[in-house]
T-cell receptor, first 114, second 112 residues
Framework: KAGVTQTPRYLIKTRGQQVTLSCSPI?????VSWYQQTPGQGLQFLFE???????NKGNFPGRFSGRQFSNSRSEMNVSTLELGDSALYLC?????????????FGPGTRLTVT | ELKVEQNPLFLSMQEGKNYTIYCNYS?????LYWYRQDPGKSLESLFV?????AVKQEGRLMASLDTKARLSTLHITAAVHDLSATYFC????????????FGQGTILTVHP
């Protein structure tokens, strides 16, 4: 069974640009969550999508947005990039059922903003 | 707001020794996850603890959960170099399955 895939794996952008990251969950998983990992702030929850609807949202500015498609693939977008947005962005997928609780993480996208 | 504290944040161990990582959290949670992360890599699931008193073991690692004390422990027995990594705990509430709140992480280094 294929795992969670994220593209691209590495990205370099300039301040002020925007970026879109993609996450393909494990087949059959309907929930996709996004996290940002930085040395200073650690792992922080961005948002979760389930059946194309945002179900949970973390405490990030509106420059961070996401969406989920009917095939459960998800994208997140960051507009007007700032230097502080440099981070490892991880997505996780799960069945999102009370009895199927495992969250499986993808390899991550490392974003560098210069 | 759920707050999670791990200690210690840095742990340097000799091979063959035992040690425990503690994870305290601030509000009621009905499950708790432990993850491992190697440098530059993603998160690998170690354990999911689902109820008070739950104990799980895999190799040299054993995790337990005390929901009344809002405490989970990750015990390392007879450490080996391959266990060197960063370990994260993440309690989770049933109303927000897809939202994990992580501790700061414990950087474990095992020396020969």
């Amino acid at each position: 069974k294929a795992g969670v895939t994220q593209t691209p794996r590495y990205l370099i952008k300039t301040r002020g640009q925007q970026v879109t990251l993609s996450c393909s969950p494990i087949s059959g998983h309907r929930s996709v969550s996004w996290y940002q990992q930085t040395p200073g702030q650690g792992l922080q929850f961005l948002f979760e999508y389930f059946s194309e609807t945002q179900r949970n949202k973390g405490n990030f500015p509106g420059r961070f947005s996401g969406r989920q498609f009917s095939n459960s693939r998800s994208e997140m977008n960051v507009s007007t990039l700032e230097l502080g947005d440099s981070a490892l962005y991880l997505c996780a997928s799960s069945l999102s059922d009370r009895n199927a609780y495992e969250q499986y993480f993808g390899p991550g996208t490392r974003l560098t903003v210069t | 707001e759920l707050k999670v504290e791990q200690n210690p944040l840095f742990l340097s161990m000799q091979e063959g020794k035992n040690y425990t990582i503690y994870c305290n959290y601030s509000t009621t949670s009905d499950r708790l996850y432990w993850y491992r992360q190697d440098p530059g890599k993603s998160l690998e699931s170690l354990f999911v603890l689902l109820s008070n008193g739950a104990v799980k073991q895999e190799g040299r690692l054993m995790a337990s959960l005390d929901t009344k004390a809002r405490l989970s422990t990750l015990h390392i027995t007879a450490a080996v170099h391959d266990l060197s990594a960063t370990y994260f705990c993440a309690p989770n509430r049933g109303t927000s399955y897809g939202k994990l709140t992580f501790g700061q992480g414990t950087i474990l280094t095992v020396h020969p």
